[in-house]
């Protein structure tokens, strides 16, 4: 008709457009909150009560949300409670290592439903394809549900895929895994959308959606377990680089430690010598400690941890958390001079083992090295973080698909 015009579903300030920003602005809430009333929900999200109803009627007629009981503690009638529909929708997440696979699916409320880990060691002659179809089946399988009801997998590994090349890099010791064809054969072998991700980057996105970081938009995290390594968030996102190589900061050279070059071929840099796992140990020889001969990043966290109780009663620990701080502050006052991060947090098993009188010799080794002086926090997430930050990753897109409620 001349003269007239019809706004298409999508144009912003239309009914439509309003409901579903409503509509997520409450799911958002239930997420948060967990269990609220309409009149709760009414009152944290400026609605009417009626709108509020309507809302919440619309929502549980999309499956999205349920009801699990009424109010109590309170004469009257109680009201009625809303919860989000946990079982709408799943999402999983890998943690790849050159030991093993861990897989887990978790349900929209981000409560992990099932678990599976595949030790790699044992599959010898496997295919990576087929090890990271059965880690996924195996969590799948836990979890009491049909592969297909998985919407999206996040895979985090060392290392960081190539976007030119589609090449694994940065991670040499990560056998069988730098094909150029793998990530075209995962997409053909797996029934859902997946996406891949550094390990690092990924505990950092489970520091910044539940742990230390939340609230912050620029944080360094720091990692060492088997190798060190940093992620970079600034202006609230992930910086990975132009070839995915951020945060690779074990080849970073550094004072006090001879040059490594060819770093790559040798998996190893002047930062990984200085301050990784390995230099924990011979640390704790020269200050008279004695080591069993047992893997790096066992005798490290061993000792760190005896060192984080007893240093107060034994000079020797005493001067072990004081050698390593220092030798850890002259990589991170590089970091600190480049980017001038509001925050750093400490992750890893190693640096988790030293506990807080590590990290308060840290903040003050750094202090005199660099000229801004960050907050140091530890972890907020310690168990399996980089799971953790997978099933994060991708139930961040997850939500974004299910709870639009406009198409």
Request: net charge neutral; charged share 20%; proline share 6%.
């Amino acid at each position: 008709m001349a003269g007239t015009t019809q706004d298409s579903p999508g144009t912003p300030g239309t009914p439509s457009v309003l409901r579903a920003m409503n509509d997520r602005a409450a799911l958002d809430l239930l997420l948060e909150h967990g269990s609220l009333s309409r009149t709760r929900i009414g009152k944290l999200t400026g609605l009417s009560k009626p709108t509020a109803s309507q809302l919440l009627a619309r929502l549980e007629a999309a499956g999205l949300v349920v009801v699990t009981g009424t109010s109590e503690g309170r004469p009257g009638p109680g009201a009625q409670l809303y919860a989000l529909n946990a079982g709408v929708a799943h999402a999983a997440g890998l943690d790849v290592n050159e030991h093993r696979i861990r897989a887990a699916v978790a349900d929209i409320t981000g409560t992990v439903v099932g678990e599976h880990e595949l030790r790699t060691g044992d599959r010898t002659g496997v295919g990576v394809v087929r090890q990271v179809t059965d880690a996924l089946d195996g969590a799948v399988k836990a979890a009491g549900l049909p592969r297909g009801d998985v919407r999206r997998l996040v895979i985090g590994t060392p290392g960081a895929f190539d976007p030119a090349t589609g090449r694994l890099r940065y991670a040499s010791h990560l056998p069988g895994w730098h094909s150029p064809t793998l990530l075209t054969e995962l997409a053909a072998a797996l029934p859902m959308p997946f996406e891949y991700e550094n390990d690092v980057n990924l505990v950092a996105v489970a520091e910044q959606r539940l742990g230390a970081a939340r609230g912050h938009s620029d944080f360094v995290l720091l990692w060492n377990e088997s190798g060190i390594g940093a992620a970079l968030v600034l202006g609230g996102r992930l910086h990975r680089g132009f070839t995915g190589g951020a945060g690779e900061v074990g080849f970073l050279p550094v004072p006090g430690t001879p040059l490594v070059r060819q770093v790559t071929k040798a998996n190893s840099g002047g930062f990984q010598e200085l301050a990784g796992v390995q230099a924990v140990p011979r640390l704790a020889r020269e200050v008279g400690i004695d080591t069993p001969d047992r893997p790096y990043v066992a005798v490290a966290s061993d000792l760190l941890a005896r060192a984080a109780k007893v240093h107060r009663d034994d000079s020797r620990y005493e001067e072990l958390l004081d050698r390593y701080a220092e030798r850890l502050a002259t990589g991170l006052a590089a970091l600190v001079a480049v980017l001038d991060p509001e925050l750093i947090v400490l992750s890893g098993e190693v640096l988790v083992a030293g506990g807080e009188p590590l990290r308060t010799r840290l903040q003050s080794e750094l202090a005199d090295l660099a000229a801004s002086r960050p907050r140091l926090a530890l972890t907020a997430v310690p168990h399996a973080p980089v799971l953790r930050g997978a099933l994060e990753s991708a139930l961040a897109t997850t939500r974004d698909e299910v709870f639009d409620t406009s198409r």
